[in-house]
T-cell receptor
Framework: NAGVTQTPKFQVLKTGQSMTLQCAQD?????MSWYRQDPGMGLRLIHYSVGAGITDQGEVPNGYNVSRSTTEDFPLRLLSAAPSQTSVYFCASSKTGTGAYEQYFGPGTRLTVT | QKEVEQDPGPLSVPEGAIVSLNCTYS??????FMWYRQYSRKGPELLMY????GNKEDGRFTAQVDKSSKYISLFIRDSQPSDSATYLCAMSVNTGNQFYFGTGTSLTVIP
């Protein structure tokens, strides 16, 4: 099993550009989520999904879109990049119900917006 | 007020010391309490999990939850240089809900 994979590992964008961060998991997990990690702010939830076709907003959803068409994939779209979106982005997945407390994280995408 | 508060440190201890890491929270509905460990430039990985109040021990690690004080702790006994990492607490109301993370405490264990 590859676990949770994220691409790209690094990305530099100019203000106003759009892009999609990819996330995939091969553990058949229902729950998937996106976090951003900033110094002094910890991990903050952007969006999450409890299954294909179901998504919901987290703590900091503005400027980001998600969709969940399959169990395996949960892409995060930046609509119009801003310097405030410079961060490290982590995708995570877990079971729902019993065992949902164990989230498996991907290796992260380091995004810089200039 | 943030849902979860955690002292960011940094914390530096000699090898073999006992380490105490703590978080406080404001939402009394939290029932699931987790500790994650994150090495530099890696994703977090689950270290300990506790449901509701009480203690849980796993090798050199002990997690404590005091719901009356809204306070959780992670103790590391006989700390090793390999324990050097950032430790994040996390909480949720139920297993299908949002997880709230602390800011993380950076720990360095000096040989």
């Amino acid at each position: 099993n590859a676990g949770v994979t994220q691409t790209p590992k690094f990305q530099v964008l100019k203000t106003g550009q759009s892009m999609t961060l990819q996330c995939a998991q091969d553990m058949n997990h229902e729950y998937m989520s996106w976090y951003r990690q900033d110094p002094g702010m910890g991990l903050r939830l952007i969006h999450y999904s409890v299954g294909a076709g179901i998504t919901d907003q987290g703590e900091v959803p503005n400027g980001y879109n998600v969709s969940r068409s399959t169990t395996e994939d949960f892409p995060l779209r930046l609509l119009s990049a801003a310097p405030s979106q410079t961060s490290v982005y982590f995708c995570a997945s877990s079971k729902t119900g019993t065992g949902a407390y164990e989230q498996y994280f991907g290796p992260g995408t380091r995004l810089t917006v200039t | 007020q943030k849902e979860v508060e955690q002292d960011p440190g940094p914390l530096s201890v000699p090898e073999g010391a006992i380490v105490s890491l703590n978080c406080t929270y404001s939402n009394s509905a939290f029932q699931y309490f987790m500790w994650y460990r994150q090495y530099s430039r890696k994703g977090p990985e689950l270290l300990m999990y506790t449901y509701s109040s009480g203690n849980k021990e796993d090798g050199r690690f002990t997690a404590q939850v005091d719901k009356s004080s809204k306070y959780i702790s992670l103790f590391i006994r006989d700390s090793q240089p390999s324990d050097s990492a950032t430790y994040l607490c996390a909480m949720s109301v139920n297993t299908g809900n949002q997880f709230y993370f602390g800011t993380g405490t950076s720990l360095t264990v000096i040989p």
